[in-house]
């Protein structure tokens, strides 16, 4: 079955930098667009940034373009996002996310914490 593991995630100090990871199995990674959502207490889920499958096309939100950036190894079935310049409105839990004809994929989560 589809498997998606986060890891990545931490407490850092604004300003300061994190990489996240989304490990994929139990499909065809190759043949799927890449998506990174987050959701911060008392807000809904957000789209953050998105990857095709190919990696020509990649998307952000406003309020991380020039920050993030996702990116994918279709050799090593990891989709991942560097995320520089973190600011405390970044604090959130960081879901990787694919999905199908039928249904949406997601991982556990990963925390990422920005604080002084």
């Known amino acids: 079955q589809v498997q998606l593991v986060e890891s990545g995630g931490g407490l850092v100090q604004p300003g300061g930098s994190l990489r996240l990871s989304c490990a994929a199995s139990?499909?065809?990674?190759?043949?799927?667009?890449m998506n990174w959502y987050r959701q911060a207490p008392g807000k809904e889920r957000e789209l953050v940034a998105a990857i095709t499958r190919s990696a020509d096309i990649t998307n952000y939100a406003d309020s991380v373009k020039g920050r993030f950036t996702i990116s994918r190894d279709n050799a090593k079935n990891t989709v991942y996002l560097q995320m520089n310049n973190l600011k405390p409105e970044d604090t959130a839990v960081y879901y990787c996310n694919t999905r199908d004809l039928w249904n949406s994929y997601w991982g556990q989560g990963t925390q990422v914490t920005v604080s002084s």
């Open positions: 139990g499909f065809t990674f190759t043949i799927y667009a």
